[in-house]
């Protein structure tokens, strides 16, 4: 157990950590060169294709020091992203240390202080790695620094690399087994094993990962289900190799796979403990939190027939996504769907496009809201985040909304313009800290429903992409929240409806009606789509008739024949009017969710 280390790689969003995961495995012989690619650990499309780690992956590797000892490092890759935190935290309780990659051109960012803290959280040890130390912008000195003013870490301990070059990587792995520490845990003790993830497998089921804090797990034997309370027998266990390696058992200390038999996700959940049916231990694993979702959107099939297919692929996709939660929802105008909630609009736009290539499900999707609490002038309170069941506008007495800490670290020379952002997105109480020469932090308390739509692509925008944005949840706070009603040829649209606060409700459906005027194609009938809150219309567009040449057949001839025709049609318009129904096609409801921008 001394020669084993179970570690991670935590940094910020693009500051190496795929490619230092890649290089380590290199080193280690984990990969033939002919079967080497670039984001090795990144196992997904999507991951290669927008060059970000969506799900943390987890490989053993062995490695023979310098002083001829071999040892077995079990790296876990996580992701960067705000948005998908809840994969690191996973990661982090299934490690006794970690990597802290920062930036030699960037520095110490938001999310590497944020990643500091839950690995403080979890009492691990931390080495830092400055990367990217090739570019010629690279500053390793201030870096240093940084290290020591802003994460409190050894700045000496730090080591320069460069991943991409290959440069230091044999001194990370020295500092790996020199100073992060070996796991603790008895084997002959009763069987105590964390599930930190798990994905489906169409021929064996469910694949779970597993740390084994205790004990030890063998083909055969009879585990339990902590949580749930369902037992099954252990098919395989192994190690995980870029591919499945089985082996014996699985002893106190390890991390690797484990095939049980499970067939569905309600059999399961990650973070469970896995215990021995027989010789059970006596407490779960403590310290798992379940992710609690931030941004709630409506998710219908294109075709309700496909309403089963979206069901049985959200159930597989959850199994590997954690921090995925769906409920049942229906609309009357997109039939029966499902109420997700996501981390984020990042983790959103993921799991629709998951969705998309890995099931081949065409979506539709309402606009993302937040959870808003809500009082009534009877005393009841209850939450909504689904604006179908806003309570009537006579009845609320007061409505809280959710408000975060939003840490904003920019080159001083984009200050102005961030302060400027922020008054924009009704931020409150904002304050700057000078972290170093020619950087700051704005730290601002702002709305959660505001930062939800494009807070951060203006950020990157209005900075250049040296801007870096983190939040973290902090209370509700009472706000003018109205709900926005889209009506198209005077009939309310319930996909469509909105809760916006009340400076920004004219605006939202203003943007609303013109992207619509825009999508729904011309009927031969005038057809309004307006925005209104209550009985009171407070937007409009218009889409024109199409119309008809009824007289291009007349060649000549006395006037009164056109008259006629054209009075018949009048007639025929004003008749369409009244009965006519507006067909509003998909594209529209994914059309209202842009940006003016775009």
């Known amino acids: 157990m001394d020669h084993i280390r179970n570690f991670c790689i935590i940094a910020h969003i693009d500051h190496g950590k795929s490619t230092l995961a890649d290089r380590l495995i290199q080193r280690c012989g984990g990969v033939e060169d002919r079967a080497f690619h670039n984001q090795l650990l990144d196992s997904m499309d999507i991951e290669q294709e927008r060059g970000i780690t969506i799900k943390s992956n987890t490989i053993t590797l062995s490695y023979t020091s310098r002083d001829g000892k071999v040892w077995q490092l079990n790296l876990i890759d996580t992701p960067g992203h705000v948005d998908f935190s809840h994969e690191v935290r996973r990661s982090l309780m299934s490690c006794e240390g970690a990597l802290m990659v920062v930036d030699a051109t960037q520095g110490v960012e938001a999310q590497t202080v944020a990643n500091l803290y839950l690995a403080m959280e979890y009492d691990l040890r931390l080495l830092p790695v400055i990367n990217k130390i090739d570019l010629p912008a690279a500053d390793v000195e201030k870096v240093r620094e940084e290290i020591d003013a802003d994460l409190g870490l050894d700045p000496f301990e730090a080591i320069p690399i460069s991943a991409k070059d290959g440069i230091g990587i044999d001194e990370v792995l020295e500092g790996i087994v020199e100073h992060l520490p070996p796991p603790e845990g008895d084997p002959a003790a009763p ?259 505001e930062v939800l739509f494009d807070f951060y692509d203006r950020l990157k925008t209005i900075t250049r992409g040296y801007g870096s944005f983190d939040w973290a949840e902090l209370d509700y706070r009472p706000g003018e929240v109205v709900k926005v009603d889209i009506l198209v040829n005077h009939e309310r649209v319930d996909a469509l409806a909105c809760l916006v606060h009340a400076t920004k409700a004219r605006t939202r459906a203003l943007h609303y009606c013109e992207q619509l005027a825009k999508a729904i194609p011309r009927h031969q009938f005038k057809i309004p789509i307006q925005g209104a809150i209550g009985g009171d219309i407070i937007a409009r567009s218009t889409i024109t008739a199409f119309r008809k040449d009824v007289t291009a057949k007349c060649y000549g001839g006395d006037i009164s024949r056109k008259r006629k025709l054209l009075e018949a049609q009048k007639r025929g318009k004003a008749k369409m009017k009244t009965v006519g129904e507006v067909q509003i096609p998909q594209e529209a409801f994914v059309a209202v969710l842009r940006t003016d921008r775009e």
């Open 191 to 449: 069987l105590k094993a964390l599930v930190f993830d798990a994905y489906y497998d169409r021929y064996r089921g469910v694949v779970l990962i597993c740390r084994i804090k205790q004990g030890t797990m063998v083909a055969g034997q009879r585990l339990r289900f902590m949580h749930r309370g369902t037992e099954h027998v252990v098919d395989e266990v192994g190690l995980l190799q870029l591919e499945r390696k089985p082996t014996k058992a699985l002893r106190a200390g390890e991390v690797g796979y484990v095939i049980a038999g499970v067939k569905t996700i309600r059999d399961m959940e990650v973070g469970d403990t896995l215990t021995d049916a027989a010789r059970p231990t006596d407490a779960p694993i403590p310290g798992y939190k379940p992710a609690k979702p931030v941004v709630f959107s409506s998710i219908y099939p294109m075709t309700t027939n496909e309403y089963e297919d979206l069901a049985q692929a959200l159930e597989k996709l959850a199994l590997n996504d954690a921090a995925l939660v769906y409920e049942k929802d229906s609309s009357a105008a997109l039939g029966f769907g499902f109420r997700c909630g996501f981390l984020g609009l990042l983790h959103l736009d993921v799991v629709q496009e998951r969705l998309d290539r890995e099931f081949g499900m065409s979506l539709v999707l309402s606009a993302p809201s937040v959870h808003y609490k809500v009082t009534l002038r009877n005393g009841t309170s209850l939450g909504v985040d689904n604006p179908s069941y806003w309570p009537d506008a006579g009845s609320i007495e007061r409505v809280e909304e959710p408000y975060i800490r939003a840490s904003i670290l920019v080159p001083e020379q984009y200050m102005g313009q961030v302060m400027e952002l922020c008054s924009d997105y009704r931020a409150a109480k904002l304050s700057m800290n000078y972290l170093a020469v020619g950087r700051v932090e704005v730290v601002a308390e702002m709305p959660l429903a």
